[in-house]
């Protein structure tokens, strides 16, 4: 079990780039979340899959951000035309089991600086 | 809609004291509450995690307990060390809507 893993770490560039971060969940996890935290405040839900389905967006999601699972393994999380508000931590976690009574666990985070 | 909030917002202790941390929910309904560490840059850390069924949860110098009724979790740390330093977040899920994060708890035991 290697946990969950981001990348990149950090992602500095400037506004109006698109980005694009991954993460790969623990194996056999159905279940990935993607979050965006703030400095001095916690995380805040963005969006998750269970296997290669999209469930549930957040109204914090718009049109700028796109997140897929093609195979129900690996995630990705792209947002286009960045802004200065962009700039967060862009936190990944999954969970295995269909219910939602299975701990959460996180990557490390994808650090992204809008310049 | 859930609503979760942690006080105090920074805490600092000597080494060796035991310590609670608070977290306060408005939904009743909670299906579970999980409790996190987050060191600077990090990610979270999940340490406990408590079923609405539940009222308590243990590991190591760790206890948390969970009052539905009263709409409180605490999360109890024995002995401190300067190890336990960081932030501690609750987070709370009810029914079909996504985890609730609180702002967390910014602890530092000093040596």
């Known amino acids: 079990d290697t946990g969950v893993s981001q990348d990149p770490r950090h992602k500095i560039t400037k506004r109006g780039q698109n980005v694009t971060f991954r993460c790969d969940p623990i194996s056999e996890h159905n279940r990935l979340y993607w979050y965006r935290q703030t400095l001095g405040q916690g995380p805040e839900f963005l969006t998750y899959f269970q296997n290669e389905a999209q469930l549930e967006k957040s109204r914090l999601l718009s049109d700028r951000f796109s997140a897929e699972r093609p195979k129900g393994s690996f995630s990705t999380l792209e947002i286009q035309r960045t802004e200065q508000g962009d700039s967060a931590m862009y936190l990944c976690?999954?969970?295995?089991?269909?219910?939602?009574?299975?701990?959460?666990?996180f990557g490390d985070g994808t650090r992204l600086s809008i310049l | 809609k859930q609503e979760v909030t942690q006080i105090p917002a920074a805490l600092s202790v000597p080494e060796g004291e035991n310590l609670v941390l608070n977290c306060s929910f408005t939904?009743?309904?909670?299906?579970?509450l999980q409790w996190f560490r987050q060191d600077p840059g990090k990610g979270l850390t999940s340490l406990l995690l408590?079923?609405?069924?539940?009222r308590e949860q243990t590991s190591g110098r760790l206890n948390a307990s969970l009052d539905k009724s009263s709409g409180r979790s605490t999360l109890y740390i024995a002995a401190s060390q300067p190890g336990d330093s960081a932030t501690y977040l609750c987070a709370g899920l009810s029914g079909n809507t996504p985890l609730v994060f609180g702002k967390g708890t910014r602890l530092s035991v000093i040596a």
């Open positions: 408590i079923q609405s069924s539940q």
């Open positions: 939904d009743s309904a909670i299906y579970n």
């Open positions: 976690a999954s969970s295995f089991g269909w219910a939602s009574d299975q701990p959460q666990h």
